[in-house]
């Protein structure tokens, strides 16, 4: 801990979780640029930390039957009722229900909204938007690929996204066949539609993530729907398809290299 | 919150000696959605979760004498963790889900992504208990690992451990499956 360059694991920790101060979070970082294992691992901790806060979120809310939790009132099967403090308590909850209704009555009995994380929006809107489109024969995108620089120009805009390119999957044997505008998670996002000689057809979608933070490959699968998806930093990406895991993964990979980081 | 003499006729409110028996309970109640949220995260289902957030409040409103007038949100999840430990301890673990949590499990989770969140709640589950108390306590209710120390009378080094443990076996249940690390090529 004293010497400089070495970082002990306490501080990872306390590094993922946001104790430290500037000049110890200055060192870990450096640390964590010249340890890429360490820094996955720092990478993982901070996402399973977003993702049990957003499990957990939305349990932390009253219910109207809150009051009789503290009177005693709750039936429920295994309980013994204690009347003991059943008297008291529901004397002086007249009192305390007066007071909490001026500071929190308000707050107190309203859920909050559930809020689905980025991560579950992107791969369900990715996979509804593959499963509207690629069986559309006539029209599956609304720009076709004999227009590719309008196409990237007019998305990049709408997504504002400075020299947006439409990776080219040529390698992975699937040529463009176009793409469109479509909302991701409520905004402008951005579908890119590609088929190989046989005919099948994956997709590319792209969308704004307003909670900008990094997250590695996953995999979510439907029947046979099969989507991979990734989020980096502003914008969140997914490539769907009906095709083996394998090569989707290799697609995927693909356009990551291809897109900007 | 003055009093006159008429309006409080419960001696019983009156003994406590704690600063005034009208904000004790008026915290609970302002902190059972947090606690909610401690409660759920250390159990299975929802109904475990209630149960578990019932017995804490009782046993808080019987051994309010014992609050020092101190962190009393600390006091309040110091108890629910003992409880939750206590409980798993003596209970044998049950084999099955029953019906009824069934029921709530198939509720909580989102049908249309069998990922993120299930999988990582899954894999939660399989923490020994104690990892699991102090990793929630840190994430997700925003404890200090010192804070957590004091809470459950550990040391820190201890909280570290656990919290160590917690995260490796997580992530190692986490890459087991569909997940891949990204690797941009530079």
Redesign the interface.
Known sequence: MTEAGSVS??EL??YA?G?LDEVDRARVQSFLAENPDAA??VA??QE??D???????G?????PS??Q??T?G?A?T??RP?R??A???A???I??AG??GGH?GPL?FERPDIQ??Y??IL??EARNAFLVYASEVRHPVEVFANEETHLANWLGKRLSIANLKVPNLQAQGFKLVGGRLLPVGGKPGAMFMYEDQAGQRLTVLVGRNKENR?????????NTVETFY?I?GELGYAVTGEISRDML?RVAEEC??QFP? | ?SQSPDQ???G??REAQAPS??S???Q???L???L??YS??LTRSDTE???L??DC??KA??SRGQWRGANFKSWAYRIMTNLHLNARRSVARRPSVGMEEAETLAAST?A??????NR??QA?ETLPKEARAV??L???EGY??QEVADMLEIPVGTV?SR??RA?QA??EK?REE?????R??R
């Not at chain 1, 349990?59 to 219910?63: G, I, L, P, T």
């Not at chain 1, 990094?214 to 439907?222: D, G, L, M």
């Open positions: 694991e306490a920790h306390a979780d104790f996955q691992m993982d901790w399973q930390n993702e049990l806060r957003a499990a957990f979120a349990h932390e809310r009253s219910k809150d009051i939790l503290l005693g709750l429920r295994n309980t204690s003991r403090f008297l008291a308590a004397a002086v909850l009192f305390a007071a909490l929190y107190l689905l994380a991560t579950e791969p369900r990094t997250t590695s490959f996953r995999f979510a699968s439907v990734w980096d993964r990551y290299r980081s | 919150m409080s006729t419960s019983t409110a028996p009208l004790f309970e008026a609970i109640l302002a059972l959605p947090s909610r949220r759920r995260s979760s209630e149960d957030l019932q409040v009782e409103l019987v989102s249309d992504d069998p990922l993120e969140k990582l709640v939660l990793l929630l840190v994430v997700v200090a690992y570290m919290l160590s995260r997580l992530r986490m569909n997940v891949i690390p990204l941009r090529p």
